[in-house]
């Protein structure tokens, strides 16, 4: 992914065909090595393609796939009979999911890692 995001950026930079050695260039700029095996890859599976049709192309499938949102809600919930009790669990579970939450924002790895 990141060897096609290098190459996507040269390609918005004006370089309609950009070699392996530009893309290295690109990812050693931010500190990342380059796989050659998946860089040559890249590079033979993309020679001679214009990127705009590709991305043309790409969209237009992802536009025929189904992506959920259509199904019928979900029943409603009944009303508590208990009172006071249900009311009281609600704030821990809300602090539990916050802890959650806060634990999974650094997940040990960057983006282009």
Excluded: C, Q, W
């Amino acid at each position: 992914m990141k060897h096609l995001a290098a190459y996507l950026l040269l390609g918005l930079g004006g370089n309609t065909s950009p070699s392996a050695s530009d893309i290295k260039e690109v990812l050693e700029s931010v500190g990342i090595d380059a796989d050659d095996d998946r860089l040559d890859k890249l590079i033979s599976e993309l020679k001679g393609k214009d990127l705009a049709e590709l991305i043309a192309e790409g969209s237009s499938k992802l536009a025929s796939v189904p992506s959920g949102g259509g199904g019928g809600g979900g029943a409603a919930a009944a009303a508590p009979s208990g009172g006071a009790a249900p009311e009281a669990e609600a704030p821990k579970e809300a602090e539990k999911e916050e802890e959650k939450e806060e634990s999974d924002e650094d997940m040990g790895f960057g983006l282009f890692d």
